[in-house]
């Protein structure tokens, strides 16, 4: 185990710790005597976020389920049948219900920077409470949805609430996982994402045909509401890269001005960055009394400064295009699966065979990518060579799946193809974390995601449906999409020849290094080491 000698130090402090407090009590220990203890709390951190990240998940796979989006009605030859699920209770035609699949996009787009920009004036971790409940609230309130437009509001604050998650939750795995584990540890957190969608079709499917498709939301809704509990009683945890001191914890200093312009030790000037200097004078005359309008325009001034020194890297964007092609054929293959497998094989159970598939390929194809990574050496090159050989692997086996006209040869091609696929997951995200300084991972999280989603899975549902609207042919579209992986495979392919650097240990925007933040106090609350030295 390899924890540095101040953790060590501090692991033998009676302190209260940070992490799941046998899930409700208000100490998770009361005494440390070893620091297997402190990477137990941390293991039960990686955890909690696996289990939000999977019911995330599950609610994609849940809206994709033939049991919960059901089937549009139709007529033919005198005889009518009614449509069933939500395609048949609001009538929507293959384009809508694209739209409906990707309307968490909408809030997704909108919440992930302001989420990533608020991480340096908010604590983190209460973000990512704040964020949940939002998603809580949204779930419930799809299965209340009376129409086309209701339910597509409803979906748009799901995004709002996985926004703050997914900007958050690997930055804090990363910072906590062992040195020699970073890759499998994000392995495991996106094990879930696959894991998720496959439970999703499975538990769709059978609640919508056995209850109805709006029981299936408020369960999910009641699945996150204790985390949402615990997102606001555990003791917050500190990101590396970030520090938030007593005056700023709770308000930020957007609402304590004179906090920004304080000096740090070396006489520097902090808080505003290069360019943005004379802003605040710009501001017309109206906003001049108000000390909260002049830092709303400073907070977009480091918006675009963090922004600009994103779009410079270049291997953050050439991993991140490919990602989108990637993500592209992953969303349409997610949401359009199970209807294009029951027309092409007639599967009796379309949802369950895509979810069995699915999350057996997904575990063990995600862990697979995440250990292999450590085992060759976590390095970006490294890690841009699986990204391409696998995905190139993948694309040729699924491609070969769906040209075979008897369901028992696709099985086993689309089989290995999945697993092969899905060893990308670790890969792609190390390289989000650590191409970055650390201050910046938040916004490298959530600019990543939003990319990949509105140039991704976001148009390819629609552009999939509007496609088989018009070819009438499931086998010709599931090819043509599948072709699209390629393009994914020439963008990792050329990372591998650019020059990258690790930032993990690059010194933060506070001055101090970034590994040594993290060794200082990634678990522990400042308070409590105080009050034990007292």
Same mark, same amino acid.
């Given at each position: 185990?390899?924890?540095?000698?101040?953790?060590?130090?501090?692991?033998?402090?009676?302190?209260?710790?940070?992490?799941?407090?046998?899930?409700?009590?208000?100490?998770?220990?009361?005494?440390?005597?070893?620091?297997?203890?402190?990477?137990?709390?941390?293991?039960?951190?990686?955890?909690?976020?696996?289990?939000?990240?999977?019911?995330?998940?599950?609610?994609?796979?849940?809206?994709?389920?033939?049991?919960?989006?059901?089937?549009?009605?139709?007529?033919?030859?005198?005889?009518?049948?009614?449509?069933?699920?939500?395609?048949?209770?609001?009538?929507?035609?293959?384009?809508?219900?694209?739209?409906?699949?990707?309307?968490?996009?909408?809030?997704?787009?909108?919440?992930?920077?302001?989420?990533?920009?608020?991480?340096?004036?908010?604590?983190?971790?209460?973000?990512?409470?704040?964020?949940?409940?939002?998603?809580?609230?949204?779930?419930?309130?799809?299965?209340?949805?009376?129409?086309?437009?209701?339910?597509?509001?409803?979906?748009?604050?799901?995004?709002?609430? &996985?926004?703050?998650?997914?900007?958050?939750?690997?930055?804090?795995?990363?910072?906590?996982?062992?040195?020699?584990?970073?890759?499998?540890?994000?392995?495991?957190?996106?094990?879930?994402?696959?894991?998720?969608?496959?439970?999703?079709?499975?538990?769709?499917?059978?609640?919508?045909?056995?209850?109805?498709?709006?029981?299936?939301?408020?369960? &999910?809704?009641?699945?996150?509401?204790?985390?949402? !509990? %615990?997102?606001?009683? !555990?003791?917050?945890?500190?990101?590396?890269?970030?520090?938030?001191?007593?005056?700023?914890?709770?308000?930020?200093?957007? %609402?304590?001005?004179?906090?920004?312009? @304080?000096?740090?030790?070396?006489? !520097?000037?902090?808080?505003?960055?290069?360019?943005?200097?004379?802003?605040?004078?710009?501001?017309?005359?109206?906003?001049?009394?108000?000390?909260?309008?002049?830092?709303?325009?400073? @907070?977009?001034?480091?918006?675009?400064?963090?922004?600009?020194?994103?779009?410079?890297?270049?291997?953050?964007?050439?991993?991140?295009?490919?990602?989108?092609?990637?993500?592209?054929?992953?969303?349409?293959?997610?949401?359009?699966?199970?209807?294009?497998?029951?027309?092409?094989?007639?599967?009796?159970?379309?949802?369950?065979?895509?979810?069995?598939?699915?999350?057996?390929?997904?575990?063990?194809?995600?862990?697979?990518?995440?250990?292999?990574?450590?085992?060759?050496?976590?390095?970006?090159?490294?890690?841009?060579?699986?990204?391409?050989?696998?995905?190139?692997?993948?694309?040729?086996?699924?491609?070969?799946?769906?040209?075979?006209?008897?369901?028992?040869?696709?099985?086993?091609?689309?089989?290995?193809?999945?697993?092969?696929?899905?060893?990308?997951?670790?890969?792609?995200?190390?390289?989000?974390?650590?191409?970055?300084?650390?201050?910046?991972?938040?916004?490298?999280?959530?600019?990543?995601?939003?990319?990949?989603?509105?140039?991704?899975?976001?148009?390819?549902?629609?552009?999939?449906?509007?496609?088989?609207?018009?070819?009438?042919?499931?086998?010709?579209?599931?090819?043509?999409?599948?072709?699209?992986?390629?393009?994914?495979? !020439?963008?990792?392919?050329?990372?591998?020849?650019?020059?990258?650097?690790?930032?993990?240990?690059?010194?933060?925007?506070?001055?101090?290094?970034?590994?040594?933040?993290?060794?200082?106090?990634?678990?522990?609350?400042?308070?409590?080491?105080?009050?034990?030295?007292?």
């Amino acid at each position: 185990m390899n924890l540095g000698s101040r953790e060590l130090q501090l692991s033998c402090h009676c302190i209260r710790l940070s992490c799941l407090p046998t899930f409700l009590n208000k100490s998770c220990c009361s005494t440390l005597t070893s620091a297997l203890i402190l990477q137990r709390c941390r293991f039960r951190l990686l955890v909690m976020f696996c289990i939000i990240n999977m019911l995330n998940y599950v609610d994609r796979g849940v809206i994709a389920s033939n049991g919960v989006n059901g089937s549009r009605g139709s007529c033919s030859g005198g005889t009518c049948t009614s449509g069933s699920g939500i395609q048949g209770d609001f009538n929507l035609n293959n384009f809508e219900d694209g739209v409906l699949s990707s309307a968490f996009m909408v809030g997704l787009l909108v919440a992930s920077p302001i989420f990533a920009s608020l991480a340096k004036i908010h604590n983190p971790f209460r973000l990512i409470g704040v964020g949940l409940l939002v998603w809580t609230i949204a779930t419930a309130g799809c299965g209340c949805s009376f129409d086309f437009w209701s339910i597509t509001i409803c979906r748009m604050l799901v995004g709002v609430g &996985e926004a703050s998650f997914i900007s958050l939750a690997a930055p804090f795995i990363d910072d906590n996982a062992p040195v020699a584990q970073k890759t499998a540890w994000l392995a495991m957190f996106y094990m879930c994402i696959p894991t998720g969608i496959a439970l999703g079709y499975v538990y769709g499917g059978l609640v919508g045909k056995r209850l109805h498709w709006r029981a299936a939301f408020w369960g &999910e809704s009641i699945l996150m509401l204790p985390f949402v !509990i %615990l997102g606001f009683v !555990i003791k917050p945890l500190e990101l590396k890269g970030f520090t938030h001191n007593k005056k700023t914890k709770e308000y930020g200093p957007m %609402l304590n001005p004179e906090l920004r312009d @304080e000096t740090n030790n070396n006489g !520097i000037k902090q808080g505003v960055p290069a360019g943005t200097e004379g802003l605040t004078e710009k501001i017309p005359q109206r906003f001049s009394f108000s000390s909260f309008g002049k830092k709303v325009m400073i @907070e977009i001034g480091h918006f675009g400064q963090d922004m600009k020194e994103l779009l410079q890297e270049k291997v953050y964007v050439i991993n991140v295009l490919g990602y989108i092609a990637y993500n592209f054929v992953i969303g349409a293959y997610s949401y359009w699966g199970p209807k294009a497998g029951q027309d092409i094989y007639k599967m009796a159970s379309a949802d369950l065979m895509f979810g069995g598939i699915t999350i057996v390929c997904g575990i063990f194809g995600t862990l697979a990518g995440g250990f292999i990574l450590d085992k060759i050496e976590s390095t970006i090159s490294n890690a841009f060579k699986l990204l391409s050989g696998a995905t190139f692997l993948g694309a040729i086996f699924c491609f070969s799946a769906f040209c075979f006209k008897s369901l028992y040869g696709f099985i086993p091609f689309f089989s290995v193809g999945e697993l092969l696929v899905f060893a990308t997951q670790a890969p792609v995200n190390y390289i989000c974390l650590h191409c970055v300084k650390p201050s910046l991972r938040p916004l490298s999280m959530a600019m990543s995601t939003v990319s990949i989603h509105i140039f991704g899975d976001v148009p390819s549902s629609p552009l999939v449906g509007l496609l088989q609207d018009n070819i009438h042919n499931w086998r010709a579209t599931a090819l043509t999409l599948t072709s699209i992986l390629f393009i994914a495979v !020439i963008f990792w392919f050329i990372g591998i020849f650019v020059r990258s650097v690790d930032r993990f240990n690059e010194q933060s925007e506070h001055g101090l290094p970034a590994a040594e933040r993290s060794n200082l106090r990634p678990l522990l609350d400042e308070s409590d080491e105080a009050r034990t030295s007292q």
